[in-house]
């Protein structure tokens, strides 16, 4: 048992990596679960490419280098591509939490059949968005709406017709952040996304985002585990 766990973010991209080191690595640090954010790499490349053959190697590389510490991945269910395990079946769902499930263990157990050897089945935990990390930006539509200088009731329409963030399509023209973007022209993925965030707060989008939640308290629990 141990007093505290070190665990690998592989993040989408610089929005998400931001995401972590601002608002999810200082709570984590405060309990004793310490958070490493890292940009899924390819040379010459970083992000907008969520394909599994390429985020495998980045998967294999960190289990391979500290036995002693996790493995996450933070990575958008829009936009993945079609060689990512559970997708077929995933996209049959409705209900966030199941497609989030489906798609999630499909994961997990491909990666444990891949690098069993390396302790993935208690080390590695994956996270795949629903649908955007900007599905989370919705989770308080007063402090959306005042980020981005437009009515509420703009945002409400589209919490009303989609029911909770996390089920906010992944269509390419009515995923989170095409309507953020169609909200305002204010709106930069990178700088207003992380501000509404900080704005909303991480109680509030854990409460609005069960999918999200989720995985955050599963990594809350890491402290004390032992993946020995």
């Known amino acids: 048992m141990s007093d505290y766990a070190e665990i690998v973010a592989l993040a989408e991209g610089p929005t998400e990596k931001i995401f972590i080191a ?20 390819k040379p010459g490349q970083k992000g907008g490419d969520v394909r599994f053959t390429r985020v495998k190697n980045d998967i294999e590389l960190h ?11 933070f990575v958008d269910f829009y936009g993945i591509k079609s060689d990512w395990p559970g997708l077929k079946e995933a996209k049959q769902q409705v209900i966030p939490c199941n497609k989030a499930a489906i798609i999630n263990d499909a994961t997990k157990e491909q990666v444990e059949k891949l690098f069993g ?8 935990i994956p996270y795949v968005a629903m649908h955007e990390f900007e599905a989370l930006l919705f989770s308080e539509p007063q402090k959306l709406a005042e980020q981005l200088h437009v009515p ?22 009515t995923a989170p952040s095409k309507r953020l973007e169609d909200l305002s022209d204010r709106f930069k993925k990178t ?19 069960p999918v999200f939640n989720g ?11 032992s993946n020995g």
Not at 63 to 73: A, C, F, M, S
Not at 117 to 124: L, M, N, Q
């Open 117 to 124: 050897s390396h302790g993935a089945d208690k080390r590695f």
């Open 63 to 73: 289990l391979k280098q500290r036995q002693d510490t996790y493995l996450t991945l």
């Open 152 to 173: 509420q009731t703009k945002i409400d329409k589209i919490l009303t017709e989609c029911g909770e963030p996390e089920n906010i399509d992944d269509s390419p023209n």
């Open 215 to 225: 995985w955050l308290t599963a990594v809350e629990n890491l402290k004390g585990a």
């Open 22 to 41: 601002e608002m999810l690595v200082p709570y984590l640090a405060g309990i004793g679960v310490f958070m490493t954010p890292i940009i899924i790499s």
């Open 191 to 209: 700088s207003t996304g992380i501000s509404i965030a900080k704005a909303i707060g991480l109680a509030k989008i854990r409460e609005s985002c």
